[in-house]
């Protein structure tokens, strides 16, 4: 995954804020326990630390007013209900030493269990009669039970002091998350755009010169190459755009560069037949049968120059569009290669050319429309017969290369190409310098030839020395 491509950078950034929001629901996860904790604290500890001081304090009231009530009255109920104070006193002060958290709290509650003990005997043996010194014992009662009382208000305000501190606490640590959720969403939202604005211009401003440039190549006018700093996708499909567009442009060169050569070509013979016409209409060469007869091989023989020209830009045109898609079959290079040494050997012999043919029978077929491949061959044997003076000779050779190809070579000892024209000859109306007085030809074969094997998945090459004659050679996929 390159960072600089769509693909990676938007990752990037999602997985940035992925990253910014896991982090913040664990800080809001984390904050939301310890508020729980606080909650906790203070509902379990602080309120029933208040609620039981508040029983603490009337339980001890009540066993100091029935303890009173028995002492003037011997009244059997008084005491039973100053027993039942004491019961529910003794019960909370025990609840209480559970609930009791925290060193304040700790302190001030074994000062109070320490009174309240104190107290309760004291309570306990004066109203069983063991104590005879009733106002002396009441004195102290008194003074006990005003400190006992002290003590438990004193416990009292210290839990509700720190449980109103501890609400304070977690509402201010409410208002901080509350506030930095909003701070981090606003954030959030704000680096999002920022990021989407930023991706969304390094992709759409490169796109947008990409469609003028298209706009300018569907008007006819074609750009210059560009580039572009982009993602590298979008890179990429720009430097697609710049190989188009030197193709188009290759083609439209090629296609005026077509349009003259075809104009030249057929104005040429057409110019002499009309020329040789318009004279022997005129009866310049009436009484000179040898001169007419000279006139009407001139119009015969650029006849046929020009339905070779037609024909071969017909071909020619033919496997540019493409019209006549190629029929592939596995077939025997050998076999078309002896076919054609057949088909042209009335030419072989008249010029006393020996033609060799160096075949293995056990070659493997090739993939190939039959016909075409025959076509391409026809026109490498053609031009070594045709720049192969008499007495010459034609070495034909197909052998296995490679991992899967055949190369076929067609060799001569003719005139072979001069070093300036052997880069161009595959190239339309390409003709060599030393060919075009005495040979007739239009200068497509070799074109045609590289098309079709082209278009096979092979290669075509020549290798030749002027005076020492030339080699062709081409490589064809074998079949499956
Ligand atoms: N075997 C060869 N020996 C020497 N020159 C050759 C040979 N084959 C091709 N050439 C050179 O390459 C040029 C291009 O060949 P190509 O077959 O394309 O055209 P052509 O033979 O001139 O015309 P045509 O279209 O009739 O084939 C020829 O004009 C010739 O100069
Ligand atoms: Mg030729």
């Given amino acids: 995954m390159k960072l600089t491509g769509i693909f990676g950078r938007l990752a990037l950034t999602n997985l940035i804020l992925l990253v910014l929001i896991s982090y913040f629901i664990i800080y809001v996860f984390h904050k939301t326990e310890q508020i729980n904790t606080i909650l906790h604290e203070v509902t379990s500890v602080h309120l029933p630390v208040m609620g039981d ?10 066993m100091n007013e029935f303890r009173l009530k028995y002492q003037v009255t011997g ?37 109070v269990n320490e009174l309240y003990t104190a107290f309760s005997e004291m309570s306990e043996s004066q109203i069983n009669g063991r104590e005879h010194n009733y106002a002396e014992t009441n004195r102290q009662l008194e003074d006990v039970s005003f400190k006992l009382d002290e003590h438990i208000n004193l416990l009292k305000n210290t839990a509700d002091s720190e449980w109103r501190s501890l609400l304070e606490r977690s509402n201010r640590m409410v208002g901080k998350v509350v506030h930095k959720s909003v701070l981090f969403m606003v954030s959030c939202i704000v680096g999002a755009a920022a990021v989407a604005f930023f991706n969304t211009r390094t992709i759409a401003r490169p796109l947008r010169k990409l469609g003028e440039k298209t706009n300018e190549v569907a008007a006819g006018i074609f750009p210059d190459r560009f580039s572009l700093e982009a993602p590298y996708e979008i890179e990429r499909l720009a430097s697609d755009f710049n190989i188009m567009i030197a193709r188009l442009k290759e083609s439209r060169e090629q296609k005026e560069e077509f349009v003259s050569n075809v104009s030249h070509e057929l104005k040429t013979p057409l110019s ?34 020009l339905i070779a020209s037609v024909n071969g830009i017909i071909e020619i045109s033919r496997l540019d569009i ?4 190629y029929e592939m079959k596995p077939c025997s290079v050998g076999r078309i290669l002896r076919n054609i040494v057949t088909k042209t050997e009335p030419i072989a012999s008249g010029k006393k050319i020996a033609v060799v043919c160096d075949i293995p029978d056990d070659l493997p077929d090739v993939s190939a429309d039959r016909e075409m ?6 026109n490498l044997i053609g031009n070594a017969l045709k720049y192969t003076p008499e007495k010459g000779e034609i070495n034909i050779s ?15 000892n003719g005139r072979g190409i001069a070093e300036a024209d052997l880069p161009h000859i595959f190239e339309r109306y390409r003709r060599g310098r030393n060919q075009q007085g005495d040979v007739k ?4 074969g070799l074109a045609i030839a590289k098309k079709i094997i082209s278009r096979h998945g092979g290669e075509i090459w020549a290798n030749s020395r002027p005076g020492e004659g030339s080699e062709f050679l081409f490589t064809l996929p074998l079949s499956f």
């Fill in 53 to 62: 001081s508040e029983k603490l304090i009337s339980a001890v009231q009540r």
């Fill in 441 to 444: 030809g239009t200068g497509l």
């Fill in 272 to 305: 002499s037949i009309k020329e040789a016409a318009q004279m022997l209409k005129e009866g310049a060469f009436d009484n000179d049968p040898e001169s007419s007869r000279r006139l009407l091989d001139i119009i015969d023989a650029e006849s046929e120059r």
């Fill in 322 to 325: 493409n019209d006549a898609p």
């Fill in 373 to 378: 491949i025959s076509r391409a061959a026809e």
């Fill in 75 to 111: 009244d059997r109920d008084f005491f039973d209900r100053f027993a039942g104070f004491k019961s529910e006193a003794d019960s909370v002060n025990g609840r209480l030493a559970e609930v009791v958290m925290g060193k304040s709290k700790s302190d001030i509650y074994d000062r």
């Fill in 398 to 412: 197909v052998k296995k290369t490679g991992e899967r190809l055949l190369l076929v070579s067609v060799k001569d």
